[in-house]
């Protein structure tokens, strides 16, 4: 795959902490700096909209975010947190192979199997068995996370299939995948940039994306069909 390690598709940090938890920083002025339009499902859906986290590279420039669709999910081992139904849509900008923000290196251009690299990543952050402790997860969550690096290096074969689904109204083929914990898919936007999502409890089958007018009234965890 055309990155240069897991911690990220350019160099960024994953918007995780040590033990996989998802960052809670819901602060829309990351996503005001971003160089890119962010993605979010459109206006057919009509539940609840909420900020997840960005990523920059050394150098500040951002790289990827997340938002949020549905009940917020719960990095807990619980029946309440099987039960969580959402979508989070990942939009990661088109960046060309460039020098690292340090200086130290060469980092390569994002690609579809960038994204589908942060999404199935990202969506293992919020399940693992509930019979594992603390320890045991973080051996789970690295093996796991292989595999999903692993499937997003080769999207033209099982487990992915296409769906098409439309991207502000055109038509876009999708890079789709079923598993045990809930579903990815990856696929590019007509502007270039790429467009990741993952979910559980919602069906993709059916979803639609669009580029988010106010990215600040994902800011407000009430907020509807903005």
């Not at 240069?4 to 902490?17: E, H």
């Not at 898919?185 to 988010?212: C, E, K, Q, T, W």
Request: charged share 20%; glycine share 14%; proline share 5%.
């Amino acid at each position: 795959m055309e990155t240069t390690s897991r911690v990220g598709t350019d160099g960024a940090s994953r918007a995780v902490t040590a033990k996989g938890a998802p960052t809670a920083r819901r602060d829309v002025d990351g996503y005001l700096k971003a160089p890119f339009p962010w993605y979010g499902l459109d206006e057919a859906y009509t539940g609840p909209r909420w900020l997840m986290s960005v990523a920059a590279a050394a150098d500040g420039t951002v790289q990827h975010g997340s938002t949020g669709h549905g009940e917020e999910p719960v990095v807990r081992a619980d029946a309440g947190a099987e039960r969580s139904r959402f979508a989070v849509v990942v939009t990661v900008g088109n960046s060309p192979v460039r020098h690292s923000g340090d200086g130290t290196g060469v980092l390569e251009a994002t690609t579809v199997s960038s994204a589908a690299w942060l999404a199935g990543s990202s969506l293992l952050a919020y399940t693992w068995p509930p019979q594992m402790d603390h320890i045991l997860r973080g051996e789970w969550l690295d093996q796991q996370t292989e595999t999903a690096f692993e499937l997003a290096d080769d999207l033209g074969q099982a487990p992915w299939s296409s769906l098409s689904l439309p991207v502000d109204g055109v038509p876009v083929d999708f890079h789709y995948r079923e598993s045990e914990f809930g579903w990815v898919l990856a696929g590019s936007a007509p502007d270039g940039v790429y467009i990741g999502a993952y979910g559980r409890g919602m069906s993709a089958y059916g979803l639609g994306f669009s580029v988010i007018g106010d990215i600040a009234s994902y800011g407000d965890r009430a907020s509807y069909g903005h």
